[in-house]
């Protein structure tokens, strides 16, 4: 039987980035790891290349090891696990003026030599929490060394294995590192020249090589492909792999995607990379699998490498060359790289000019019509004559053609607001390029969870005289996948592959792909859509005229020249910035004073149609909830969020209610958000909606009905962007006036997490400042144990004040700072504001009763949070007000542990004469301790 070495290959955890997150993917990954060893045994070795951490700080580091590091150790064993780091495991503050121009003249920077060493110490500053953080593993601390990298040289299963991990990170600094990196290029060759009479050859490292500086790739290129090793690198964020020409010799790249790049409801898919060298069968065997979300387990990622390779659920990549030579046979020419043949993957459409004809049919006036009232655009409609195309249709068709012509890919993007006709002018430019030139093929993103993948930089084919245009509207989903790619087509040289793309400017400015970042790519083009010019708006009053009053609406009877200007008038007066002026001014001047009569005809229709034959939910039930949240101007309803209020499942809201609300011209899809097509039909909607009784809808239940089930979903461990946002939602309406409505949003967060303390202190605010401070008490009187949160004791200790308790007043807010309420220790704003109710409370216990403990604890109180750092000006004042109460009454300042001992017998002295009994889970006053005070007063050896 051939010997085999198995092996898992993570990349980029950026530990830090998401701690609640990330502790699910530590824990998944370890339970799919337990899964392989009981099938197959334990691997031979786990690679880990770079961004372990998110900053480099010593915590991340810390969360890593214990969290995942050091239980993946004992299932594989220490000596099994290797590391090597990223550019995220630098710490960009320590030494960030140093010059990579200067490092590259320098002749002895890299070498492996003392003198190199030495001259790399400077460096090491930004690599010392990772430094540190690795002798859990490997006490060899290889970055400090002479030889400046990581060497092992085993025998394994009786194969002979050299490994050389490598920090591609040296020159790391900013955001524009790509092309300016380099290991070292004395350093690898050192390395592979301490490992060269191995008969497999591993090298580790973090960037892939396009990213290293034009003076070194090429020569590491080539010391890869004398030694024809396998690299193993990560970074990009998805699996990939290819064979590289190095010096006339090959060798193969094998790239992991990142083991966390998201929650596992983000666009993003977390991943990792399973490989097995049989090295007489001359062959690895590769299974990249990644996070399935709706499943809750790691599945295989068909998408990572060529369908050419794929056998069964394994692809057999094959090893180039003699990078492994079969013992006892003549050396043999390097084997010649398969053909290519590139199919569309999944998601994608692959259109040359002659399928064009297939996708037009003709279209009917109603179809038109509804069109010109907000309908989306799709192929069909696009192309019909009777759609205008407008001037920007021409510019960016023309820039696409002359950009074929050119060594470097373009990349140009169509941008605007929802309603400004960017999908149709997308569909028409594509359809433009094609008719003109019969050399383009068009490659077009129709599945919203399709993919751009790194290879196609690799699989597409270069065919004389061929031009590729890669299309996708809602392209924020693919922008970090668009730079990378073409940033590698640009290093490959593919000047016949470019780039269309179509986005709302609100989600493409949000992406992690920064401006900066777009306008230093070569070939990079944007172009606005806001509004109409006169041409414009000349060819859509002409397209309206064809269908005369129909068509033309309010305008009907006006010369062209009148109606040319009123369209241009209505397109300018639209003041926002997010919301289409297009449409808007389509809308406005189509109907008119009809707008209500449109409306309430679209929500007769949408009444009448059930989502699913058994249930009660119809499309109307939808519309309410996209046109409640966009008439308040508040763009976060997710598709995730919306199809829970529904009672469906996420898989079936695009076919049973985001298709058929498109087709009625009433709703529009942003990535992951839900909109109406225009915020004029959703203030429409919800002025029908509030103010008549013909519909089943109550407006107040519909935004009730979604902060619950956000919330809800974030109780079942689901990730939303805008979570905050809901919960923050009743402080929108309570700042318009309506408080009843803000009141019931916040109540029904408590009631979906009765235990969450942030929530109902939240609500008890709303009552405080509605003037309901009964109410607002209450609701800490029937709270159960909450979860640790000190600024729910302070809120309950404000409420019963309001109502005259001082007692509980001093108590609670006593209880507030105490040991037991909560892990973390009290810290300096919370001190300050508790202390300052606290003084309040005495101050006003004092006058009532005349007990001077009280007085002695109000100056007590009020003294040690006057001694607190970083006081905000309103609690300094009432610290003040109240310190001066105290010395009015005869109190002298006491020294601070002194003071502290002071404030505790004011406490249990208030306790005793408490107004009312509590819950019974509120801490007793003989167990109350305040050693985190005490920590923070700098009071280490506690109270007298």
């Not at 209020?645 to 609300?661: D, Y």
Request: charged share 30%; net charge negative; glycine share 8%.
């Amino acid at each position: 039987m051939n010997s085999t070495l198995r092996w898992l290959h993570l990349s980029d955890f950026h530990t830090g980035r998401d701690d609640y997150g990330q502790l699910q993917l530590f824990d998944s990954i370890l339970k799919h790891v337990d899964q392989r060893i009981k099938e197959q045994g334990a691997p031979d070795r786990v690679f880990i290349t770079g961004d372990i951490a998110d900053r480099a700080s010593p915590e991340q580091y810390d969360k890593f090891a214990e969290e995942f590091l050091l239980p993946l150790a004992d299932r594989v064993g220490e000596k099994q696990i290797l590391l090597v780091p990223g550019n995220h495991d630098v710490d960009r503050e320590q030494q960030k003026y140093f010059s990579r121009d200067e490092i590259r003249r320098s002749a002895e920077f890299f070498d492996p030599t003392p003198k190199g060493a030495a001259e790399r110490e400077d460096l090491l500053a930004r690599f010392a929490a990772y430094r540190e953080h690795c002798q859990l593993l490997d006490k060899d601390d290889w970055l400090a060394g002479e030889a400046g990298c990581l060497l092992h040289r085993q025998e394994i299963n009786g194969i002979d294995v050299g490994i050389l991990g490598l920090n591609t990170a040296w020159l790391t600094k900013d955001k524009a590192d790509q092309g300016q990196l380099t290991p070292g290029k004395a350093l690898v060759e050192k390395g592979l020249e301490a490992i060269s009479d191995t008969k497999v050859k591993i090298v580790l490292g973090h960037h892939p090589l396009d990213w290293l500086h034009p003076d070194d790739r090429k020569p590491i290129e080539a010391l890869f492909g004398q030694h024809q090793v396998l690299y193993l690198h990560g970074h990009m964020h998805q699996n990939d792999a290819g064979i590289t020409h190095g010096a006339g010799n090959l060798f193969l790249a094998l790239q992991s995607g990142a083991a966390f790049q998201a929650r596992e409801d983000e666009k993003w898919v977390n991943r990792l990379l399973w490989a097995e060298l049989e090295p007489e069968a001359r062959e690895l065997a590769v299974e990249p699998w990644k996070w399935h979300k709706g499943h809750q387990e790691w599945k295989l990622d068909f998408e990572a490498f060529s369908e050419q390779y794929r056998q069964s659920d394994r692809w057999l990549l094959p090893l180039p060359g003699s990078l492994v030579p079969q013992q006892g046979k003549p050396q043999t020419a390097p084997a010649a790289q398969p053909e290519k043949k590139f199919k569309e993957p999944m998601g994608w459409e692959l259109l040359a000019p002659e399928s064009l004809e297939k996708l037009a049919s003709p279209t009917e006036e109603a179809e038109i019509l509804a069109y010109f009232d907000g309908r989306q655009p799709v192929w069909r409609l696009a192309l019909s004559p009777q759609v205008p195309r407008r001037a920007v249709v021409e510019r960016i068709a023309e820039s696409i053609l002359a950009a074929g012509e050119a060594d470097r890919p373009g990349v140009f993007l169509l941008l605007g607001a929802g309603g400004e006709g960017k999908s149709t002018a997308f569909f028409q430019t594509m359809e433009r390029v094609l008719r003109t030139d019969g050399n383009w093929r068009l490659l077009h993103r129709r599945g919203e969870n399709a993919a751009l993948n790194r290879a196609w930089a690799e699989e597409l084919p270069r065919e004389e005289g061929r031009r590729w245009l890669i299309a996708s509207d809602d392209a924020d989903q693919v922008a970090e996948d668009v730079y990378a790619l073409a940033f590698a087509l640009q290093s490959k040289g593919r000047g016949d592959v470019h780039f269309l793309l179509c986005a709302r400017h609100t989600e493409w400015r949000s992406t992690k792909v920064e401006q900066r970042q777009w306008e230093n790519l070569p070939g990079y083009r944007e172009e606005i859509l806001r509004g109409l010019d006169e041409a414009d708006a000349t060819a859509i009053v002409a397209a309206w005229e064809r269908y005369q009053d129909r068509g033309l609406g309010e305008l009907a009877g006006k010369s062209r020249e009148e109606a040319v200007a009123a369209l241009l008038a209505a397109s300018r007066s639209e003041v926002s910035e997010d919301e289409g002026a297009f449409l808007g001014a389509l809308l406005r001047l189509r109907l008119g004073d009809q707008m209500k009569a449109y409306v309430r005809k679209l929500l007769d229709r949408l009444g009448e149609q059930k989502i699913l034959p058994t249930k009660p939910e119809t499309l109307l039930d939808a519309f309410g909830y996209v046109a409640a949240m966009h008439a308040e101007n508040k763009p976060f309803l997710s598709k995730l969020v919306l199809a829970s209020a529904l009672g469906i499942e996420p898989r079936e809201l695009r076919g049973k209610v985001l298709w058929p609300l498109g087709e009625e011209a009433a709703a529009d899809i942003s990535g992951e958000m839900v909109y109406t097509r225009h915020r004029a039909i959703a203030e429409a909607a919800m002025d029908i909606l509030k103010n008549t009784t013909r519909y089943p809808v109550e407006p107040e239940e519909l935004y009730e009905d979604l902060v619950v089930a956000a919330e809800e979903l974030k109780q079942k461990g689901h990730f939303l962007i805008a979570l905050e946002k809901w919960r923050f939602l009743c402080d929108h309406f309570f700042d318009q006036g309506e408080h009843s409505l803000a009141i019931r949003l916040a109540r029904a967060l408590v009631r979906v997490d009765t235990t969450n303390s942030y929530l109902r202190v939240k609500l008890s605010q709303l009552l405080r400042k509605a003037g309901q401070p009964e109410l607002a008490l209450q609701t800490f009187r029937d709270a159960p144990r909450p979860e640790d949160h000190r600024a729910f004791f302070h809120e309950w200790a404000t409420a019963e004040g309001n109502q005259g308790n001082r007692a509980l007043n001093a108590w609670l807010d006593a209880v507030a700072l105490a040991d037991a309420t909560a892990r973390r220790p009290p810290d300096n704003r919370t001190t300050a504001m508790c202390l300052a109710g606290f003084a309040i409370a005495c101050r006003e216990l004092y006058r009532s009763y005349n007990t001077p403990l009280f007085i002695e604890g109000c100056g007590a109180a009020s003294g040690l949070g006057l001694a607190l750092p970083y006081l905000d000006p309103k609690a300094k004042r009432f610290l003040s007000e109240n310190q001066a109460a105290a010395r009015e009454a005869g109190v002298e300042e006491f020294p601070p542990a002194a003071a502290l001992k002071k404030v505790k017998e004011a406490a249990v002295a208030a306790h005793g004469q408490r107004e009312a009994d509590l819950q019974e889970w509120v801490q007793p006053a003989e167990e109350i301790t305040f050693k985190g005070l005490e920590s923070l007063l700098g009071l280490q050896d506690g109270l007298p």
